[in-house]
């Protein structure tokens, strides 16, 4: 029996368009696969920052020294599983600045709903010096009451007053990096 080794020109471009194909086929699926993994670990690194944790840059002296001791900005790590009901006292806390649409604040809890603020008389503030009473402030329900810890420098309670609890978006966990 006689073999032929060389194929004809006719079977080669049969086998090339059927290679081209199955090429073709396979990119797609992997153009699939790529997008779909895209879109997945962005949906769920939105999801992650938006409701279980995110960062902030912490920028000014008024938490100082607790932030920003080394440098002008400070990085840190926000904890927004945490229901506002479970913030207390001396927790640092992320809130949407009361008089400032888009911005943020970084400050520590002094006092909750009930408990009473002692006013500090070398930088009382002007709300403390319009709502103090004998020397005392109490925090309204469904507010706490926030204050740097550089007073000097601190734009908080002492000046914008009360803190509504909904403008809490999370809980300060540990400086990443100052």
């Known amino acids: 029996a006689v073999v032929s080794t060389q194929s004809t020109g006719v079977d080669m471009q049969g086998a090339l368009a059927a290679n081209g194909k199955k090429i073709i086929n396979f990119l797609n699926e992997k153009k699939r696969e790529i997008t779909y993994t895209v879109v997945s670990t962005s949906l769920a690194a939105y999801f992650i920052t938006s409701r279980i944790a995110t960062t902030a840059v912490v920028t000014g002296s008024s938490m100082s020294p607790t932030f920003n001791k080394n440098s002008p900005k400070s990085r840190v790590f926000v904890d927004l599983i945490t229901p506002v009901t479970k913030v207390k006292p001396d927790d640092i806390i992320l809130a949407h600045d009361p008089e400032e649409r888009d911005g943020y604040i970084v400050k520590r809890v002094k006092a909750l709903a009930g408990q009473f603020v002692e ?3 070398e930088c009382p503030g002007s709300y403390v010096q319009k709502h103090a009473f004998q020397g005392k402030l109490s925090v309204p329900t469904g507010y706490c009451w926030v204050e740097g810890d550089n007073k000097i420098t601190s ?5 914008f007053g009360p803190l509504p609890l909904g403008l809490i978006k999370g809980r300060v966990l540990f400086t990443m990096w100052s």
């Open 119 to 121: 006013v500090d008389k």
């Open 155 to 159: 734009h908080d309670s002492r000046e």
